[in-house]
């Protein structure tokens, strides 16, 4: 037993050197293995070009066409390449390179429908400014006040058409001038109240059917603008009414042009403040001119 040493440690003799494995035979050597599907793909007919023309596009490993550009293409514009000299810019495989400072698709001006809007053109305008621009410089004026809320000249100038709207028929021009004044007086209130509702609902509808047309304005302008364009259109035709009577042939008249004129001012103002075509601002507009063609001008027309 002294003879054997008899422990945990590790075995110093030496460790026999395993056998190595010889690699595998390639693929399809004889006794090998065989070579796996897409190596046996071969690659697409060449079909032949009529007059000798150049030869296909190189194919890559697996029998797919190369995309990384036609080394046999040749440069266009007569050799002289793009606008930087490049004689292969805008060709597969190549770019071209432009300044940080240079706009290669243009200047920026085309019109794009529901696109960022723009700042606004210019300061706030005075409500007398405001007012008299409507009338003398439309475009101008609802451009520059595309942004900010108008309902300060909108609800006044909106209540005071309705208290006079009422004399503008005949029917209710007689039942108000006949009541006494304390049934008159809460009759006219009533009515101015119900014109500042309704044009806020009118306003309403326009913006939104705007919107559903791809248009970027603001709710606020466009509904403050829409009372004033309502109430400031129908002030020739109510100045008249009130002394000549409703059925006068000039009444008549006055009303179709004022409605007339105010389509225009209503396609001119959702175009300026939604950024739309003049067709589409019309078709926005159409339900208010409906709405106010058949509750005021028809009345008297």
Do not use: C
Request: no cysteine.
């Amino acid at each position: 037993m002294a003879g054997f040493r008899i422990g945990r440690g590790r075995d110093n003799r030496s460790r026999q050197q395993q056998p190595q494995q010889a690699p595998p035979p390639p693929y399809g050597a004889a006794g090998g293995r065989a070579a796996p599907p897409y190596a046996q793909q071969q690659p697409p007919p060449q079909w032949p070009q009529a007059g000798g023309g150049r030869p296909q596009q190189p194919q890559g490993p697996y029998g797919e066409p190369e995309y990384f550009g036609d080394p046999y293409q040749q440069p266009q514009h007569g050799g002289q390449g793009g606008p930087h000299g490049d004689p292969y810019a805008n060709n597969p495989g190549h770019t071209q390179a432009f300044s940080i400072n240079e706009d290669p698709y243009g200047d920026g001006a085309t019109y794009r429908a529901g696109a960022a809007a723009a700042a606004p053109a210019g300061p706030r305008l005075h409500w007398k400014q405001l007012l008299s621009g409507i009338v003398l410089r439309p475009g101008p004026t609802f451009w520059q006040m595309r942004d900010y809320p108008v309902w300060g000249p909108a609800l006044v100038v909106t209540f005071l058409y309705g208290l006079l709207a009422i004399f503008g028929f005949d029917k209710a021009r007689d039942e108000a001038i006949n009541a006494t004044i304390s049934a008159a007086v809460p009759y006219v209130l009533t009515t101015a109240v119900a014109f500042v509702i309704g044009g806020l609902i009118l306003g309403t509808v326009t913006h939104t059917l705007a919107r559903q047309l791809g248009g970027d304005g603001a709710w606020q302008p466009t509904v403050g603008f829409s009372m004033l364009i309502m109430s400031i259109t129908d002030a020739p035709r109510l100045v008249f009414a009130l002394f000549l009577g409703g059925e006068n042939s000039l009444v008549q008249v006055l009303g179709w042009a004022t409605w007339l004129a105010a389509g225009a001012l209503f396609t001119s103002m959702v175009s300026k403040s939604h950024d739309l075509p003049w067709p589409k601002a019309l078709g926005a507009s159409a339900i208010q001119l409906i709405a106010l063609l058949s509750i005021i001008k028809l009345g008297t027309i």
